[in-house]
């Protein structure tokens, strides 16, 4: 079982919808909770971090932690065909300074 | 000013070459790693370095071997390249804020 499980996709929404995207993890150590977002030939970008249980928000995006079910979620509201790229969630461990990333969601805003 | 930068952005070589790759950073960051992005876009970590100094090394075969010569510069040399070592190959930096990542080095053998 991988550390950090992420639905593959791809995941395909009209323009304006909410995306929806979770991981789960396995490791009650992990401390941070982080989602990338990374366009084709890219490297991975930072958009949010958190590291409690509960919402996060910034701008249109919304980070969501639940430490007791292990499971992490993003959501993208007024979606727009910019936001089209994979989006990995990632968790870290300071012990080991360590950073799993989960096997990233490929997401298609349509216009 | 490019933060985490690579070269090259693109390798093509045979079977049985060694090559090397090049990583710097100019954010100042401690911490330096090596990652590897295989086709099926799966992130795994290989390698870790603080200033310097090996932190981890993932199960990564011994064909690949880091080199930091500053805290600034993390390198990745591969010796006997092998067709299952094509992948996207990406550098990071960390501090408390975060990672940055480099544009990645697409890495083709044939």
């Known amino acids: 079982q991988k550390e950090v499980e992420q639905d593959p996709g791809p995941l395909s929404v009209p323009e304006g919808a909410i995306v929806s995207l979770n991981c789960t993890y396995s490791n009650s150590a992990f401390q941070y909770f982080m989602w990338y977002r990374q366009y084709s030939r890219k490297g991975p970008e930072l958009l949010m971090y958190t590291y409690s249980s509960g919402n996060k928000e910034d701008g249109r995006f919304t980070a969501q932690v639940d430490k007791s079910s292990k499971y992490i979620s993003l959501f993208i509201r007024d979606s727009q065909p910019s936001d089209s790229a994979t989006y990995l969630c990632a968790i870290f461990k300071a012990a080991g300074n360590k950073l799993t990333f989960g096997g990233g969601t490929r997401v298609l805003v349509k216009p | 000013d490019t933060a985490v930068s690579q070269t090259p952005k693109y390798l093509v070589t045979q079977m049985g070459n060694d090559k090397s790759i090049k990583c710097e950073q100019n954010?100042?960051?401690?911490?330096m790693y090596w990652y590897k992005q295989d086709s099926k876009k799966f992130l795994k970590i290989m390698f870790s370095?603080?200033?310097?100094?090996?932190?981890i090394n993932e199960t990564v075969p011994n064909r690949f071997s880091p080199k930091s010569p500053d805290k600034a510069h993390l390198n990745l040399h591969i010796n006997s390249l092998e067709l299952g070592d094509s992948a996207v190959y990406f550098c990071?930096?960390?501090?408390?804020?975060?990672?940055?990542f480099g544009s990645g080095t697409r890495l083709t053998v044939v």
């Open positions: 370095y603080n200033n310097k100094e090996l932190i």
């Open positions: 990071a930096s960390s501090q408390e804020d975060g990672y940055t």
């Open positions: 954010l100042g960051h401690d911490t």
